[in-house]
């Protein structure tokens, strides 16, 4: 089984080059003054000898084998998630419309094609504050818009923050559901 | 407010205002605290300790105690639920509203069987094997809106979230894996880079050995017919017509199920994968055939 | 006060036209010139976007003339190019490039490090003076120093991973948005003459200083050597643009490979897998 373990190694190719006299010679002039062994070390690690001596094996180069492999190799970035509203997800997510685009305001989805809304809870969740991310175009409007919503359908005054250098709102209390709601009713 | 907003007001004062260089950049006011201590006569007294008691010594008392009380965590009794909670395998959730998720936007192909190295793939669900975490557990949240046709293999489920799964015509397989294969599957890539065989996957222990084995809880051990009687058992308990797989157009992805023995679909333990050459080595010796198999 | 700011900004930026206008390059009546079908340079990954920012738009340009001609135009990447300029995300990022390498070798010797003083210097009592047991306690002139800086300090920190690509992006968008940025073919120049770029970079009124940036480190050979003896015109290959170089020059060259080169890595950062990963090796909690 090591022999297998090994060919599939590019760093040993170089050992096969390497005669099997030169490496027990080595062998036998260190072998007197070792005093210690380590078996995790790359470098003290038995070294490959005569290819004969391991296991036979087959190499197999079937496309069809080697789509099982593809499967598993994670692709670097996120794939493209779809962009067609006509149709209903069961679980509830709905990807951007095009309309939006046209709104004064933005908020653009997360890589993983989410909407940027967060929960924030701390001292020891007493205070609860709802962060939107990602906005870009007009703060203030939308700022405004949502406040009205949420107190509408809350019945309470809501306290603000808008950091517009960042484009982050912060709202009190936790509204994560309805300014969810609010955003996909406006395509977002 | 009227007129420009946000990122285009910001590029727009940027064309009037001087160069953006390294001498006229700062940092939002405020940002940055600096503790600093006094440099002036009293300044480093008490080197930071503060005057008097525990603080001055600098006798950071242990965990849990209360300066003398009966600590609380002393107070009670031994309760035995907790024994050998730290040995105990854990599995991490995963609710079927998520799933749903990954499905919706493109993160797990639903025409290929689902398994952990499926779900780890996503780079959304995430476990650690070295902190006892032994794969996923599907819970049923979401179990209603659940609508994935899917051939999905976890470690754990519970009977709502089997009936969920083949109400839609979907299997679902609870399966074991071993340390050894989790860190096979965690990261497939870095694992075939090492250039090491597929490990065989183990059998799992006593302590859940019925868990796997039995029909109910669609164990990979249990026997395939008696599977087949209890989703019938769970149809009509849950009040669904089940599907009939047969009979279905993706019938071949449905009915693909691992061997035991199995970590990857399609791969064989005892394999290397070769990821530079696009190849896969495959042991001729019969007695590794064997033992990979057994 | 910030309205009023606003508004005067906006008033400053009509009166700015003028002075792009005499910086421009009209396109002359020029009968020898040659007609060239214009580069129109665009990525994969703008095409496919979706952005509530437009594509950004630039010249591409030429060095193997000293005066400018317009070869085509290049699109830019809005989140690369032109994200939210955020100076203090830029202050971050160089306070961490300079902070990072810094040791700091002031040293100090304590009360224990000083010669001598081991005796003490006169008995508790009896003599109408201080009480002192040491001739090198910090009180003394000669005495060692209490709470002085220790050498090496090491000043390293990490930056979280996603303020640094944020720093690119902003140092990019801030070159961009104050035409400091210019997208040139290639880095070929005809001469090895320092003369020849000296001239070029005061004609297209770049500033005194210019950073060149190319794919490859290895570098067109005239250029190389024309820009050898200048101190403020310095060749960069992409893998080692930082926020630090850029804001130190005044402005930014880049080829049009280098910019998709910068674009396509950046974007690769902004939407890949496994952030996790790249994260976790500076995260504090190793859990």
């Known amino acids: ?68 492999v593809e499967r598993l ?26 309309d939006a685009l046209k709104l004064p305001y933005f908020v653009s989805r997360t890589r993983n094609y989410l909407q940027p809304v967060y929960l924030q809870r701390s001292f020891r969740g007493m205070r609860r504050i709802t962060i939107l991310r990602k906005i870009e175009g007009d703060i203030w409007l939308l700022e405004a818009e949502l406040k009205k919503h949420l107190e509408e359908t809350t019945g309470k005054s809501i306290g603000t923050q808008i950091h517009e250098v960042a484009g982050i709102l912060k709202f009190k209390g936790d509204q994560v559901i309805r300014i969810k709601e609010w955003l996909t009713t406006k395509g977002l | 407010m009227s007129g420009k907003q946000g990122r285009e007001l910001a590029l727009s004062m940027l064309r009037v205002l001087p160069r953006v260089t390294l001498a006229n950049i700062r940092d939002n006011p405020g940002s940055r605290q600096t503790k600093k201590r006094g ?43 907790y024994k050998g909670h730290h040995l105990r395998r854990q599995y991490p959730p995963l609710s079927l509203s998520k799933l749903q998720q990954f499905i919706d936007t ?4 639903a025409s290929k069987p689902i398994d952990l190295a499926a779900l780890l793939n996503t780079g959304l669900y995430h476990i650690t094997p070295h902190m006892k975490h032994a794969g996923v557990h599907l819970t049923d949240e979401g179990a209603d809106e659940f609508q994935g046709k899917v051939n999905i293999e976890v470690q754990w489920a519970s009977e ?18 071993d340390q050894q294969s989790l860190h096979a599957v965690l990261n497939p890539r870095k694992f075939f880079e090492k250039g090491e065989a597929i490990p065989r996957r183990m059998l799992p222990p006593m302590d859940c050995l019925e868990y796997y084995s039995s029909a109910e809880t669609r164990g990979y051990l249990a026997d395939p017919e008696k599977v087949c009687h209890e989703r019938l058992v769970l149809a009509q308990k849950y009040g ?22 199995q970590i990857f679909y399609g791969l064989e333990p005892g394999w290397v994968v070769v990821l530079k050459d696009k190849a896969i080595l495959k042991p001729k010796a019969d007695y590794l055939k064997e033992f990979y198999q057994n | 006060m910030s309205f009023l700011l606003r508004s005067i900004l906006t008033k400053l930026e009509g009166c700015s036209v003028g002075r792009i206008a005499r910086f421009s390059s009209l396109v002359t009546e020029n009968n020898d010139a040659i007609e060239t079908e214009p580069i129109i340079s665009i990525s994969e990954a703008i095409q496919q976007g979706r952005f509530y920012e437009k594509p950004k738009q630039v010249w591409l340009e030429n060095l193997d003339t000293i005066e400018e001609k317009k070869l085509g135009l290049m699109m830019l990447h809005p989140e690369v190019f032109g994200a939210h300029p955020r100076i203090d995300i830029l202050h971050q990022n160089v306070r961490w490039q300079r902070m990072y390498k810094f040791v700091c070798y002031a040293h100090t010797k304590t009360r224990a490090e000083v010669r001598g003083g081991g005796r003490k210097p006169w008995q508790q ?39 640094r690509v944020l720093g690119l992006t902003s140092a990019l968008t801030v070159k961009f948005g104050q035409d400091d940025l210019h997208i040139v073919n290639d880095l070929e120049i005809p001469t090895t003459e320092p003369g020849y770029i000296e001239d070029l970079v005061y004609q297209r009124n770049w500033g005194p200083s210019v950073l060149f940036v190319d794919v490859p480190d290895i570098m067109p050979k005239n250029i190389t050597l024309a820009t050898d003896e200048i101190k403020h015109f310095n060749l960069m290959p992409v893998y080692g643009l930082n926020v630090y170089s850029m804001l130190k020059h005044d402005t930014l060259v880049l080829t049009e490979n280098a910019a998709r080169e910068i674009e396509s890595k950046i974007l ?3 939407n890949r897998m496994n952030d996790r990963e790249v994260t976790k090796k500076f995260r504090l909690n190793q859990q």
């Open chain 1, 1 to 68: 089984m090591a022999a297998l373990r090994i060919f599939a190694r590019p760093c040993f190719s170089h050992i096969f080059s390497k005669t099997l006299a030169s490496n027990l010679t080595k062998n036998t002039v260190y072998n007197n003054c070792k005093i210690q062994e380590r078996y995790s070390s790359f470098k003290s690690s038995p070294q490959v000898g005569d290819p004969s001596q391991y296991t036979d094996f087959e190499i197999s180069k079937d496309p069809q084998e080697w789509l099982y």
């Open chain 1, 73 to 98: 190799l994670t692709p670097k970035t996120v794939p493209p998630a779809p962009t067609s509203t006509a149709k209903q997800y069961p679980s509830g997510w709905a990807p951007q419309s095009e």
């Open chain 2, 160 to 177: 709502p979230v089997i009936a969920a799964i083949e109400r839609n015509g979907g299997v679902i397989t609870t399966t074991y894996y």
């Open chain 2, 106 to 109: 493109n993160r797990i192909d």
């Open chain 3, 268 to 270: 690769l950062q902004l």
């Open chain 3, 125 to 163: 009592k009896g003599l109408g003076r201080a009480r002192h047991g040491s001739i090198r306690s910090p009180l003394w002139r000669g005495g060692g120093v209490a709470h002085g800086p220790r050498s090496p300090t090491t000043h390293f920190y990490m930056l979280p991973f996603y303020t």
């Open chain 2, 39 to 81: 440099r002036a006569q009293h300044g480093g007294d008490y080197h930071g300790a503060g005057n008097k008691g525990s603080g001055q010594r600098q006798n950071y008392m242990r965990p849990g105690y209360e300066t003398g009380n009966n600590p609380f965590y002393l107070r009670f009794g031994y309760e035995p639920y």
């Open chain 2, 240 to 261: 669904y017509n089940l599907p009939k797989i047969e009979e279905d157009p993706q019938y071949e992805m449905l009915s693909e199920r691992k061997d035991p023995r």
